[in-house]
């Protein structure tokens, strides 16, 4: 069996400080054989933020993968984000983009979907669709992980990142088992499922995992606990009002029959 944990949306610079330690003691004892973590590492890009960013990854004992956000633009610095959208990222954070893990028989490719001429719009770069097929892992487990979701539920009101009705077809039909995402800071997996749009695809969008909005109502990560065709998903949470990670909540899915349903 292995594991994956999913973290997105941390927001260093705007984020619940009293959260760090429970969520860093949390992932000690759950114990992954994967971090991905999809972007929004920082609130604002900032030299401070991505040093606390940083300092959090350094910290996580399991192998880490990140990619970034559209808040880890320099949206403060016209030219940077104009000229060397990522440099700053490249320096502190990770000089890799797109970063590529193994766990077991799960296969992890990351897409930086980060545009840096829209603002909260993502994309699909030209030839990523096909660096994804071509990576995939015939007899394994494939995700797919990027900050912006792929597919999204009438209910938000943002626009979806360009290219990404040809993103799901492709990657569905080539063989990709699950998508992680964030973004929204909105939980979402079963309703997207129920779509019946895309159903050999696990679409998990995950909410904030630090951010300090209120309106966000809660803070949560989650951990996939993958063998072979089996999938368990645990969401854990900690409400806005407390300091501490509550038990999760645990649903099963199973893609024997060759779609998703959850079990």
């Not at 959090?56 to 192998?63: G, N, Y």
């Not at 300090?212 to 951990?223: M, P, T």
Request: hydrophobic share 45%.
């Amino acid at each position: 069996m292995t594991r994956i944990l999913h973290l997105t949306d941390l927001h260093f610079g705007f984020h619940r400080e009293a959260l760090v330690e429970p969520l860093l003691a949390r992932l000690e004892a759950l114990a992954p054989d994967l971090v991905v973590v999809t972007g929004d590492l920082t609130h604002r890009a900032l030299p401070g933020q991505l040093a606390q960013g940083r300092a959090f990854l350094d910290r996580i004992k399991a192998p880490t993968i990140v990619m970034p956000g559209n808040h880890d633009l320099p949206v403060l610095n016209p030219l940077a984000r104009l000229f060397w959208p990522f440099a700053a990222w490249r320096q502190r954070i990770s000089p890799v983009l797109r970063p590529e893990a193994r766990a077991g028989q799960t296969r992890v490719m990351a897409v930086n979907s980060a545009d840096p001429y829209a603002w909260q719009r993502g994309k699909i770069r030209t030839g990523e669709i096909a660096r994804l097929e071509r990576g995939l892992d015939p007899l394994g487990t494939n995700i797919v992980a990027l900050h912006h979701p792929l597919q999204q539920l009438p209910r938000v009101d943002k626009r979806p990142a360009r290219r990404a009705h040809e993103a799901l077809g492709r990657l569905e039909a080539a063989g990709v088992h699950v998508i992680l995402s964030g973004h929204l800071h909105r939980w979402a997996a079963d309703e997207l499922l129920e779509t019946g749009l895309y159903p050999r695809l696990l679409q998990i969008q995950t909410g904030t995992a630090l951010c300090a909005r209120l309106s966000d109502v809660q803070n949560e990560f989650a951990l996939l606990s993958i063998d072979r065709t089996e999938l368990e998903l645990q969401r854990h949470t900690a409400p806005m009002e407390a300091a501490a990670w509550q038990e999760p909540e645990i649903a099963r899915y199973s893609r024997a029959t060759g779609v998703w349903r959850r079990v």
